[in-house]
C-alpha cells in the first residue's frame, strides 16, 4: 500500500510539473520556458524538478512519452491468443478510453510540441518508444532469423500510423480516433501487397 501511495504521489508530481511547463509555454512561449518558473508554478524546488526531468524539454512533452509507455503497456497485457493487430486495436480502444481528451485542449497541446526547439526531444521520445514497441511487437512475432528487424520495421511502421492518425482525428475534431486507426490499418496492409 506505501509503494502504491509513493508511486501516486510521484506520478502526481509529475503531472503537476508537465502541466505547468504547457501552461507556461502557451503562456508565454516555449523559448522563455524555464526550469525555474515550472518548479516555481508546480510549488517545488528546482532539485524536485530534475527528480523527474532532465530538461524543460522533457517535462513539456512528458504526455507523449506517457501515452506511449501506456500503449505499449496495452499491448502488452493483450491475451497472448490475439494476433498483433487484434492486440493492436484493443490496446488502441482501451487507450482512447483512458485518454479522453478536450480536442481544444489537444490540439493548443499539438501545437506547442511542434516548436522548434523541441525538435530533438521529440524525437528522442519517439526512439525510445519505437524501441519499446519494438520489444513488445517482438513478443507476438513467431521467433526467427528476422524477427528483431520484422519487429522494428513494424513498430516504425505503427508508431507513424499513430501519429497520422492522432493528427487526422484533431483535424476532424473526432474524440474517437479508433475508427481511423481501424483504417489506417487497413490501408496499410493494402498498400505492401
Known amino acids: ?13 509529475r503531472q503537476s510539473l508537465h502541466d505547468a511547463a504547457v501552461r507556461l509555454a502557451a503562456e508565454h512561449g516555449v523559448e522563455h520556458l524555464t526550469v525555474e518558473a515550472i518548479a516555481d508554478a508546480a510549488t517545488v524546488s528546482r532539485r524536485t524538478f530534475s527528480n523527474y526531468f532532465a530538461s524543460k524539454e522533457q517535462a513539456l512533452l512528458h504526455r507523449d512519452r506517457a501515452h506511449t509507455v501506456r500503449l505499449v503497456e496495452l499491448i502488452r497485457a493483450r491475451p497472448a491468443r490475439e494476433s498483433l493487430m487484434t492486440a493492436v486495436i484493443g490496446a488502441a480502444e482501451q487507450h482512447s478510453a483512458e485518454f479522453a481528451t478536450d480536442p481544444a485542449q489537444e490540439e493548443g497541446y499539438r501545437s506547442l510540441r511542434l516548436h522548434p526547439a523541441l525538435l530533438p526531444e521529440l524525437v528522442a521520445t519517439y526512439a525510445a518508444a519505437e524501441r519499446d514497441l519494438a520489444e513488445a511487437v517482438e513478443e507476438r512475432l513467431p521467433a526467427g532469423p528476422d524477427t528483431p528487424l520484422r519487429a522494428q520495421i513494424l513498430a516504425a511502421t505503427l508508431l507513424a500510423t499513430f501519429r497520422v492518425v492522432g493528427q487526422t482525428a484533431l483535424e476532424r475534431r473526432e474524440r474517437d480516433a479508433v475508427d481511423l486507426l481501424r483504417q489506417a490499418i487497413t490501408i496499410t496492409r493494402e498498400g505492401f501487397h
Open 1 to 13: 500500500m506505501t509503494t502504491g501511495l509513493r508511486e501516486r504521489k510521484k506520478a502526481a508530481t
